[in-house]
Antibody, heavy 119, light 107 residues
Framework: QVQLQESGPGLVKPSETLSLNCTVS????????WGWVRQPPGKGLEWIGH???????KYNPSFESRVTISIDTSKSQFSLQLRSVTGADTAIYYC?????????????WGQGTTVIVSS | DIQMTQSPSSLSASVGDRVTITCQAS??????VNWYQHKAGKAPTILIS???TLERGVPSRFSGRGSGTHFTFTISSLQPEDFATYFC?????????FGQGTRLEIK
C-alpha cells in the first residue's frame, strides 16, 4: 500500500532553512503530485504547495517567496525547503499525495513530523 | 482565498449517536469538498470526496451532503473507532484550504 514518511530536523533556528524529506513507498513517484501541508499549534491545516515529477509545481502565495519543493525520482523522495523561518513556522508538517494539478484530493498522508523554530 | 468555517470545533457524543459537522465556504465552490478523519499520531485519511462520494472501504455510516457554500458530514451511528478529529477541505480553487477541524470526543 501507499506509504509516506517524513524525516528531518525537529529543531531549526530562526532565520535558517527548514528542510524536510518525504520517502514514498508502494507507488511510483510519477503517479501523483506530491505536496506539503502543515498545522501550527492550535490552528488549522495550511497547504504549502505541491509538485509533479516533471517539475510542474504550485505554491501557496503565503509561502511562495521562501519555499521550494523538489523531487528525487531515483530515491522516491520529495523535499520541502522553507527559508528564513520564524517562530510562526513551528508546526507539524505533513507530506501527502495530491491528485491533479489542483490537488483536488489528498489521498495519502504521512504521519507528520514536528518542527520547532527556536534558538 | 476561500475560507472554510467548520463547526463545531469540538463535540462530545456517545456510541450509537448520530452526529453532524458543518463546513461553510466563503464563496460558491460547487461540490468541491472533501472530508478527512485524523487520529492523533497517525496519518489523516480521506473519507468523502466531491462532497458526497464515499471513498473505497469507508463504512456507510459516514455520509456527506451539500453544494455551493454549505456542506455537512454525518456519522449515523458512532462507533468506538470513530472518535477522532474531522476536517473539511475545498479544492475549487488554489490555494486549497481547510476547515479548522472538529474534535469528536466520547461523552
Amino acid at each position: 500500500q501507499v506509504q509516506l514518511q517524513e524525516s528531518g530536523p525537529g529543531l531549526v533556528k530562526p532565520s535558517e532553512t527548514l528542510s524536510l524529506n518525504c520517502t514514498v513507498s508502494g507507488v511510483s513517484i510519477s503517479t501523483y503530485y506530491w505536496g506539503w501541508v502543515r498545522q501550527p499549534p492550535g490552528k488549522g491545516l495550511e497547504w504549502i504547495g505541491h509538485m509533479y515529477y516533471t517539475g510542474n509545481s504550485k505554491y501557496n502565495p503565503s509561502f511562495e517567496s521562501r519555499v521550494t519543493i523538489s523531487i528525487d525520482t531515483s530515491k522516491s523522495q520529495f523535499s520541502l525547503q522553507l527559508r528564513s523561518v520564524t517562530g510562526a513556522d513551528t508546526a507539524i508538517y505533513y507530506c501527502a499525495t495530491c491528485s491533479g494539478a489542483r490537488c483536488y484530493e489528498l489521498g495519502f498522508w504521512g504521519q507528520g513530523t514536528t518542527v520547532i523554530v527556536s534558538s | 482565498d476561500i475560507q472554510m468555517t467548520q463547526s463545531p470545533s469540538s463535540l462530545s457524543a456517545s456510541v450509537g449517536d448520530r452526529v453532524t459537522i458543518t463546513c461553510q465556504a466563503s464563496h460558491d465552490i460547487s461540490n468541491s469538498v472533501n472530508w478527512y478523519q485524523h487520529k492523533a499520531g497517525k496519518a489523516p485519511t480521506i473519507l468523502i470526496s466531491g462532497a458526497s462520494t464515499l471513498e473505497r472501504g469507508v463504512p456507510s455510516r459516514f455520509s456527506g451532503r451539500g453544494s455551493g457554500t454549505h456542506f455537512t458530514f454525518t456519522i449515523s451511528s458512532l462507533q468506538p473507532e470513530d472518535f477522532a478529529t474531522y476536517f473539511c477541505q475545498q479544492y475549487d480553487r488554489l490555494p486549497i484550504t481547510f476547515g479548522q477541524g472538529t474534535r469528536l470526543e466520547i461523552k
